[in-house]
């Protein structure tokens, strides 16, 4: 898990080392943010809650590329709270990903990710700790871009063993 956290955040810095151009073949380093909605459907809850993220990763090339990730994800409440006392709840999720895209012609590409994470489990009463639930991730979404450098995209993706989808839009700048 550390030699995937490091060789992306090795690909990472080197990307922030290149020139701040964008390359002619899709090359470079990103950052983004995301904003949407974590939808929980588990044994624990089911539910809507809104969703922050933050992205940045390295393309290799316009269709293969890798990230480190954050999201919130935040469902804990106070009336749920005092009537489930055992229980613990995702709070966030942070992880890596291999990213890839197809371009669809024009500004649009189809993309997808597939990664692994940690995601933050949160217990709702004092008796019991906070744990880390090691979380595999995959999604899917559509991106449009304004210009070589700035881009929106649309995104679901889906926490496999927590059982999370977050629905979310962001804003992704290529350096």
Known sequence: MRMMYSSALLALAAGFSL???AAPDGAGAYA????GQARASNKQIERDNVSFGLRAGYQFNSTV???VFTNTLSFIEAPYYFEHRHEAFPEEHYGVAVTGAVPLGGRFSLTGRAGIGRTKMHAASPRYSDYNETDPSIGAGVRFSFTPHLSINAEAMRLTKTKVTVLSTGFRYQF
Do not use: M, Q, R
């Not at 983004?32 to 904003?35: H, M, N, V």
């Open 19 to 21: 020139s701040a151009s």
């Open 32 to 35: 983004g943010t995301l904003i």
């Open 65 to 67: 590329g890798v990230e």
